[in-house]
């Protein structure tokens, strides 16, 4: 796409955030995709729980219950 700096300084209105940059909307669109990452794995984890047995503990994954909007 041939993006320069300048380009993705550029900026436009949000209806709830305000101004907004082209850089910041495409790391958004990244950062949503690897939200799903996260999701997948936590569904994948879950099936394998009792598989795994007492390295559970040592495992992440296997305690992670997700993120709510921050505070």
């Known amino acids: ?8 300084g550029r900026r436009a209105m949000h209806p709830a955030l305000g101004s907004v940059t082209l850089s910041e909307l495409l790391a958004t669109w ?3 995709d690897l939200t799903h990452l996260h999701q997948i794995s936590r569904i994948m984890a879950h099936q394998m729980r009792e598989a795994v047995g007492p390295w559970v503990r040592f495992l992440g994954v296997m305690q992670c219950a997700g993120h ?3 505070a």
């Open 1 to 8: 796409m041939n993006l320069t700096a300048q380009d993705l």
């Open 30 to 32: 990244a950062a949503h």
């Open 68 to 70: 709510s909007e921050a």
